[in-house]
């Protein structure tokens, strides 16, 4: 399946992959201080954005297996939120294809449960689940609200994620009860010990869906993570604290490549 992809910048290549009911449009202006040192290759997930929807697309397996063709052999991946268990899950299936991953806002296991206490609750999740039949533009608009509650900046974020999400339409209703059920079971937990790559983890202090316990027990499982935590952010620090992402972010690919280290600045 063909997704479409917007790339530009130069360098090394950077595979971004957004979040539930978002598109790769959506990663806000800090993108254009990162794209002189990285190809960024910015990926609409299928259903999302300008990709079309496929009904055979309902796990996390199979969704990372239609954005393999789209990653060049040796790039970086960044994931946010639902992105971020698709690059964990394309590292999974594909160890060889990537380099490195930076995961924001990330987690292993979406929804909580006995052993797990860094999750939203099942009900919650079952809520938007069902709300999606009756007023799915709705359900999106609630959704965007929570990712920005607790964030210093949270009504800038809001407005930031809402027009992105304007500006490319909204996403297939197929593709958000699939994206929605990809939360509710996906556990990545036992395969973090087995995904030796360098990895940058970045979570918000006040996250309300990936708290930032997620975060630190991620990148402790993951045998080769660094950890950041951006204080006073919510569930999108790329777009409430870009400046201190974009720093954590070429901090983590000048000190992998050096043509990055040459043009990067201190």
Not at 141 to 151: C, K, P
Not at 180 to 192: G, Q
């Amino acid at each position: 399946m063909s997704l479409h992809v917007e790339v530009r910048g130069q360098g090394p290549d950077l595979v971004l992959l957004h979040g539930w009911a978002l598109h790769g449009g959506m990663w806000g202006p800090w993108l254009d201080q990162l794209a002189p040192h990285v190809r960024l290759h910015l990926v609409d997930l299928p259903g999302h954005g300008h990709s079309l929807w496929s009904d055979d697309l309902m796990d996390l397996s199979q969704l990372a297996r239609t954005v393999r063709s789209h990653v060049p052999e040796g790039a970086s991946l960044l994931g946010w939120s639902l992105g971020g268990m698709i690059a964990l899950e394309l590292a999974r299936q594909d160890p060889g294809l990537v380099s490195a991953l930076i995961l924001v806002a990330t987690t292993p296991k979406f929804v909580a449960c006995d052993d797990w206490a860094h999750g939203m609750q099942a009900a919650v999740l079952d809520e938007f689940a069902r709300g999606l039949a009756s007023d799915h533009r709705g359900v999106v608009q609630n959704f965007l609200a929570l990712q920005t509650r607790g964030d210093e900046r949270s009504l800038e974020t809001l407005r930031l994620l809402k027009r992105s999400l304007e500006a490319h339409g909204p996403p297939d209703p197929r593709a958000l009860a699939a994206g929605l059920e990809v939360l509710r079971t996906a556990d990545l937990r036992d395969a973090l010990p087995g995904i030796a790559l360098p990895t940058l983890v970045i979570a918000g202090d006040h996250d309300r869906l990936t708290p930032a316990g997620a975060g630190r027990a991620l990148a402790a499982a993951l045998p080769q993570a660094r950890y950041r935590e951006i204080p006073r952010s919510g569930h999108a620090p790329f777009l409430s604290h870009g400046p201190e992402v974009l720093r954590e972010i070429l901090g983590f690919l000048r000190r992998r490549q050096e043509p990055i280290e040459a043009g990067a600045p201190a």
